[in-house]
């Protein structure tokens, strides 16, 4: 059963996400940086059972799995990890629709059509 969010109740949730959001980002663009050198030395251990480089990254993989777990047991809903955009469901007029955050923005004050995504987004 999907949990709705009034306003209020995602920009409390919020204040538990935007810092997993932030460190998310973080671990992300530490995984880009060093995604050239990564790569072949995940190619090479594809054979032969591991490599230092790809051991290295392992705890951060695992602590983003970790962060993303942790903001989809609140209820929301991490819509894009490359903009930090979190969406949370709610109801508007009887329908389904969405809340929704970007890292950056203070607090949520913009809502979407499930359809329409982050271009339809609307002023709460």
């Given at each position: 059963m999907t949990r709705h969010f009034s306003v209020e109740e995602a920009n409390r949730a919020l204040t538990r996400i935007q810092p997993w959001i932030r460190e998310i980002l973080e671990i992300r663009d530490r995984i880009i940086a060093?995604?050239?050198e990564v790569w072949p030395a995940i190619e090479r251990s594809a054979g032969n059972g591991g490599s230092t480089e790809a051991s290295r990254?392992?705890?951060e993989f695992?602590?983003?799995d970790h962060l993303v777990h942790q903001v989809l047991a609140t209820g929301a809903l991490?819509?894009?990890i490359n903009q930090g955009l979190v969406d949370f469901p709610a109801l508007r007029e009887g329908r389904e629709v969405f809340l929704?955050?970007?890292?950056?923005?203070?607090?949520?004050q913009f809502w979407h059509e499930r359809q329409k995504g982050f271009g339809g987004r609307q002023k709460i």
């Open positions: 060093r995604h050239p990254m392992e705890p695992n602590r983003l991490i819509k894009d929704c955050w970007r890292i950056g923005e203070d607090d949520v």
